[in-house]
Structure formats: structure tokens, C-alpha cells
């Protein structure tokens, strides 16, 4: 039996959904490209599901342990706020630049670093954002902590690894922009989870950072989806990186453990047309309830292979080999 037979939600969160379904808000089933719609993170007057994001941030704020993560002082801090960008600006070559850059957010806190050029999809929908670099930085989650999921009031440890590692990557990513400040070049930062102008997400892609998913998440080679993201924005010289195939989306068509796992059955099997693009896709309607009442769920990225420590090289060299084997024989 799968984990989301027997699945219901609670009346609390079913009375926030608005007349218009989250997927379709997504662009589920539209053929033609386009920006994505300031959604789920993004201030409730610009959204259309912000009454029932409210309702799930208070549910989460019951919780003690996640209050001190989410507070405006968690532990540890969000970072310092930007600094004046300097008046003289260094020269640099922008392989030289990419590279020091790099060993900076390496240095501060960063467990990955990764460079894209910018693109008119990486923008919501209503917002301008002209900065010809994404810097994306992600940082691991302890996945012992992660693996707990989904967390509870009882244990809410999986849900304050979420919350605790937002806070790292926030404080890695307004680190870099300072840094950046300090050479004379514009740089802001973008700390999750709470989203603006920047969609994080295809731009980690695009900058090898991992590759998306059948739970709708980011698999990175190292970390599987044990990860969170934050960005900087700049118009210093840089080289962007490539995006990496390195076997999860061949293991994704064979493997069921997430759509398996998921209790109230959100994530599918087969891949849909999204704003013009074929990907995996999880049925925000039905996961944000389940996601809400387990102070953010994540039982699909906890339970995925990949994010297994020490699993994700050993995997990607299987699956590459056995692409290659096919390859070869077809
Ligand atoms: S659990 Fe399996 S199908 Fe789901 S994302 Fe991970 S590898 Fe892909
Ligand atoms: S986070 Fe959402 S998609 Fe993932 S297992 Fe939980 S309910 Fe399912």
C-alpha cells in the first residue's frame, strides 16, 4: 500500500486554498514558455495563495525549535547587511575573478558554489532583474537530522535542519555580495526561503549545481537533494559553469521511492508539460497541506537515494556506465 492511501488533510489549511488551483498558478499543462508566477516565498499581496502561506508560516511558528530558526536572530545570524560598494574598482580577468569567488564562498560557509549567466526565465513574472551573473550557492543538511522527517511538535528536527541551513546559506550568500561590494562591482544577495525577483532554481541547474528530480527538487551528484540554496546576483566579470549530467535523471525514470513515500501522493511518475517544458512536477495542491501540517515535510528529499551520504558518486558511476553499456549495444 502507498503511504498516501488514507491521507487528510486538515480542515485548517483545506479553508486558505483560493478558487484558483497552485498548478495552475504554475503553469501545469500550458504549451507555450513563460516566466514563472510569483508564487509560494513571495510577500502575500503578490500572490495568489497568500492567505493560505500565512496559514502555514503561523502552524510552523507553534513550534519552538522552528521559531528560533525562523526569528529575526536565529543562531548563528542571517548574515551581515550589504556595505557601500567601493568607489575603485579592481581589475581582475573573469576567469581569475570566478575563481577567487568561488574559494571565498568555499571559505564562508558554502558547501558548493556554482556560476550562470542570467536569463529572462530566472525572473518571477512583474519583477525586472538585469544583473548578467547567478552566483548559486548551496549548503548540505545533516542528513541524520534530515532523515527524520516528517518532523512533528513532538520532533521537529527535520523541519529546523531546513530552517537552521537556510539561515547558513543566507549568511554565506550576504558574505559574497559584501565581498564583491568591497572589489567595486554590484552584488546582492538572495537568501531563501523567502523569494523576490530570482527563481533559484533553473539557474542552479544551468550552473551544475544538480539536476532536477522526480520530487521536484534539486539532486546534486555530491549531496542528493540534501540541500539549500541562496544566490548573489552581480555584474562582476565571471565565466559560467556547465550544467552537469551525471545520471540521476536516468536513475529518476526507474526508481519510485519518492512517489512511493509521499503521504499525500503529490509526486508523479511521469513527466508533464510545465509553461512550455517537459520536467517532473509535484502537485502543489497536494503536497502544501501535508507539507504545512509536518512542519515542511520533506520526507521525498530525505528518502531519496541520492541524499544518502556517500551515495551519489557511487551512483552516478553506475548509471553512466549502464548509459554507456545501452549506448553501445542499441
Ligand atoms: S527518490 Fe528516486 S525517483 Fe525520487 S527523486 Fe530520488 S532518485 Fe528520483
Ligand atoms: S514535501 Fe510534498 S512532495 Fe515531498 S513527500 Fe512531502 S508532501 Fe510529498
Redesign the pocket.
Known amino acids: 500500500m502507498s503511504a498516501h492511501e488514507g491521507y487528510k488533510p486538515l480542515q485548517n489549511f483545506l479553508d486558505k486554498f483560493p478558487k484558483i488551483s497552485g498548478n495552475t498558478v504554475n503553469g501545469l499543462g500550458e504549451k507555450e514558455e513563460r516566466r514563472p508566477s510569483p508564487f509560494f516565498w513571495h510577500p502575500h499581496d503578490r500572490q495568489t495563495h497568500g492567505e493560505l502561506q500565512t496559514e502555514v508560516i503561523d502552524y510552523h511558528r507553534q513550534s519552538a525549535e522552528m521559531r528560533k530558526y525562523f526569528s529575526s536572530t536565529p543562531p548563528g545570524g542571517r548574515g551581515p547587511k550589504p556595505i557601500e560598494q567601493s568607489g575603485v574598482q579592481v581589475e581582475k580577468s573573469a576567469n581569475d575573478w570566478s575563481a577567487l569567488i568561488k574559494q571565498f564562498a568555499l571559505d564562508n560557509e558554502s558547501d558548493l558554489v556554482g556560476i550562470t549567466s542570467m536569463q529572462p526565465m530566472y525572473v518571477y513574472e512583474g519583477y525586472t532583474l538585469d544583473d548578467p551573473w547567478v552566483i548559486i550557492i548551496a549548503v548540505a543538511m545533516n542528513h541524520d537530522e534530515l532523515n527524520q522527517a516528517p518532523a512533528s511538535f513532538e520532533n521537529p528536527t527535520a523541519g529546523a535542519v531546513v530552517a537552521k541551513e537556510y539561515n547558513r546559506a543566507s549568511r554565506a550568500s550576504r558574505e559574497l555580495a559584501n565581498f564583491i561590494l568591497k572589489q567595486g562591482y554590484y552584488a546582492k544577495a538572495w537568501p531563501g526561503p523567502y523569494a523576490s525577483a530570482l527563481s533559484m532554481m533553473p539557474a542552479a541547474i544551468a550552473a551544475g549545481i544538480g539536476q532536477l528530480?522526480?520530487?521536484g527538487?534539486l539532486?546534486n551528484k555530491t549531496y542528493?537533494?540534501s540541500i539549500r540554496l541562496a544566490a548573489v546576483t552581480t555584474n562582476i566579470p565571471l565565466i559560467a559553469d556547465s550544467q552537469e549530467d551525471f545520471g540521476?535523471e536516468d536513475?529518476?525514470?526507474n526508481?519510485?521511492?519518492?512517489?512511493k513515500?509521499c503521504p499525500p501522493g503529490a509526486?508523479s511518475n511521469d513527466k508533464q508539460t510545465v509553461r512550455g517544458v517537459d520536467k517532473?512536477y509535484v502537485d502543489f495542491d497536494k503536497c502544501i497541506p501535508y507539507f504545512g501540517e509536518t512542519l515542511a515535510c520533506r520526507i521525498?528529499?530525505a528518502?531519496?537515494?541520492?541524499?544518502k551520504p556517500g551515495t551519489g558518486p557511487r551512483l552516478s558511476e553506475k548509471m553512466l556506465k549502464r548509459r554507456d553499456r545501452l549506448t553501445k549495444t542499441s
Do not use: Y
Not at 255 to 259: G, P
Not at 303 to 307: A, H, L, Y
Open positions: 528530480g522526480k520530487h527538487s539532486i542528493g537533494s540521476s536513475f529518476c525514470l526508481c519510485q521511492i519518492c512517489t513515500a509526486i517532473w521525498c528529499i528518502r531519496c537515494p541520492w541524499s
